[in-house]
């Protein structure tokens, strides 16, 4: 794993250490790989392996650099490994380097993927215009506070009318901004994102296809996202508004 010696970090072993994990990324097999796992599930070396389309041999040693850089996790159960991603502060390297990619070199508008940028996932929380639309109304109404890196009073207890208990047990930050690489705006990562996101889907107002990171909303998901949040989402099936 790439981490600094204590004994030894001076300013060359920290270019050492970026270099190193920039280098794992660069690959194309790798950063498909990374891409996949942004949908928060672990995937198995082989099915890691179709998604890059290489040789699950390849796929093995790609996995083994991801692992010693510090990139993805490797779970045992039973016979099976399964991968993903090592946490929070990963899937934003990778959602920043989306970002950075999809700035406009000829042209000032960005065009990212229709089917991502409405909803899709950013790792465990939601991303999108969607999500944004959903941080904006939660700051304009005193959801969470201007920084974004707290719920309120007020917050909490809109939380819990929809039906989301903190886990006050829990080490992770309730919540904070994360900036969306298609829109340049902020949505709500954290603790309280998870738990939105989450609270979306079992509700059935947000539809995942395993392995796809873009997000359907349904007919009641219409309904609810208009009510709780004042957000008109296209009917399904429909291309984003821009």
């Known amino acids: 794993m ?3 010696n204590p004994q030894d970090n001076d300013d060359s072993a920290l270019q050492r250490a970026m270099s190193s994990v920039a280098s794992a990324v660069a690959d194309p097999s790798r ?3 990374l891409c996949a796992l942004m949908d928060g599930r672990a995937w198995t070396a082989t ?3 179709m998604v890059a389309e290489i040789a699950p041999s390849t796929a093995s040693g790609h996995l083994t650099r991801l692992l010693n850089d510090g990139l993805v996790l490797c779970l045992s159960q039973g016979r099976h490994r399964y991968y993903r991603l090592a946490g929070q502060e990963i899937a934003s390297l990778v959602e920043n380097l989306m970002g950075v ?3 406009p070199r000829l ?5 990212p993927p229709v089917h991502l940028r409405y909803a899709r996932t ?3 929380h939601l991303a999108g215009e969607l999500a944004v639309g959903i941080y904006a109304f939660m700051l304009n109404h005193g959801w969470i506070s201007e920084e974004g890196d707290a719920l309120t009073s007020r917050g909490r207890e809109q939380f819990l009318r929809l039906g989301i208990h903190p886990d006050t047990s829990s080490r992770r930050k309730a919540c904070c ?4 690489w298609s829109e340049r705006r902020f949505h709500l990562a954290g603790a309280a994102g998870a738990a939105l996101l989450r ?3 079992d509700k059935g107002w947000l539809q995942n296809t395993a392995g796809y990171r873009h997000l359907m909303v349904t007919t009641s998901g219409r309904t609810a996202f208009k009510r709780l949040f004042a957000i008109d989402p296209p009917a399904p099936g429909a291309e984003p508004r821009r």
Do not use: G, H
């Open 31 to 33: 950063l498909s790989m």
């Open 107 to 111: 042209s000032p508008r960005t065009r």
């Open 199 to 201: 609270l979306f889907i």
């Open 122 to 124: 950013c790792y465990d």
């Open 177 to 180: 901004p994360c900036l969306d």
């Open 2 to 4: 790439t981490w600094l």
């Open 47 to 49: 099915e890691l392996s």
């Open 101 to 103: 990619a999809m700035q």
